[in-house]
């Protein structure tokens, strides 16, 4: 199993990856923004994706959208096709699309809304924390990706606060911030240690 940056040379796998995120998106009774092989052919010219390829054979996918400016990536799409399901594929897909948005843009805040308990597991596994629309990006472009999706008139009515979608955000100054506290307080326990040790070795 290869996981690969797509470029053009993957645009045969244009169709069969709508296929698969549409058929997916019906066995679960989920709603779900449609994708077009031309809109998923940007995404591989771009750089901006990930494949998993047995050989030739397609077996998963997820691509970057980038939003407000590069403030805001998120990753969506993420899908694995049925023959490989239950061999932990998605968490792999999405952990290198992860480390991709990171490489490419390492100051934007990395999100993405779902209503999958699984995506949301390696979401929280990866440093993602749920959060309210509110904390997502404003690109009405985004937004519009939604109005595809059975259950838009839920977030229109709700003046795009909620919906039955999770958002999750990762964070990198927070990030930051959380490791820096982490260290301070490994420092301080350390150095509680060392001072414990030295006391007794005067006594």
């Known amino acids: 199993m290869k996981l690969v940056v797509a470029n053009e040379s993957h645009y045969k796998y244009a169709q069969i990856i709508c296929d698969t995120i549409g058929e997916s998106a019906k066995v679960r009774g989920t709603g ?24 030739d054979t397609f077996a998963g996918f997820c691509y970057i959208e980038v939003w ?15 023959n490989y399901r239950g ?11 992860f480390e991709l948005s990171k490489e490419k ?19 929280y596994e990866l440093g993602y924390q749920p959060v309210t629309f509110s ?6 472009e985004f937004w519009k990706g939604c109005q595809t999706c059975k259950n838009f008139d839920i977030l229109t ?16 100054e927070r990030e930051k911030k959380e490791k820096k506290s982490i260290d301070k307080k490994s420092f301080r326990r350390l150095k509680s240690i060392k001072e414990s040790l030295f006391l007794k070795k005067k006594k």
């Open 68 to 82: 407000g400016h590069e403030k805001f990536v998120a990753n969506s799409g993420l899908i694995v096709h049925p």
């Open 87 to 97: 061999q932990g594929l998605a968490k792999k897909i999405k952990k290198r699309i």
């Open 32 to 55: 779900i923004a449609k994708r077009t092989p031309e809109y998923i052919q940007k995404k591989l010219s771009n750089g901006n994706a990930i494949i998993a390829l047995d050989g």
């Open 157 to 172: 009515r709700t003046e795009r606060k909620m919906c039955l979608c999770t958002g999750m955000l990762h964070d990198p």
């Open 105 to 123: 843009f390492p100051g934007a805040k990395i999100f993405g809304i779902t209503t999958g308990l699984p995506v949301m597991k390696i979401n």
């Open 135 to 140: 904390e997502l990006t404003d690109d009405p």
